[in-house]
């Protein structure tokens, strides 16, 4: 079955960077968008960035400049590096990919189980 799961994450300072990671697995036939949203206690889960097949970002506006998302097709992986994290960056991040099933080919959003990130003195 298809699953995506992350990696990466854990306790960091204040200014510190993680870099997360997110592999898709099982009987995929083609994955277009990928992207990271993130859910903190109490709030929504909310867009930290967003990636297309072909590598063009886009970033939620508080994400700017201190976030960086990729890909590796060929490893059918997500990167988000974080940097100059402050402690309202504090959340369980979560993987989301648009994939086609070989069993299906019927398109659909798959998440992952997510990754804590923690920003603490």
């Known amino acids: 079955q298809v699953r995506l799961v992350e990696s990466g994450g854990g306790l960091v300072q204040p200014g510190g960077s993680l870099r997360l990671s997110c592999a898709a697995s099982?009987?995929?036939?083609?994955?277009?968008?990928m992207g990271w949203y993130r859910q903190a206690p109490g709030k929504q889960r909310e867009l930290v960035a967003g990636?297309?097949?072909?590598?063009?970002?886009n970033y939620a506006d508080s994400m700017k400049g201190r976030f960086t998302i990729a890909r590796d097709n060929n490893k059918n992986t997500v990167y988000l590096q974080m940097n100059s994290l402050k402690p309202e960056d504090t959340a369980v991040y979560f993987c989301?990919?648009?994939?086609?099933?070989?069993?299906?080919?019927?398109?659909?959003?798959?998440w992952g189980q997510g990754t804590q990130v923690t920003v603490s003195s």
């Open positions: 989301n990919a648009e994939i086609r099933p070989r069993q299906t080919l019927m398109a659909g959003h798959y």
């Open positions: 099982g009987s995929i036939f083609s994955i277009n968008a």
């Open positions: 990636i297309t097949r072909d590598g063009s970002p």
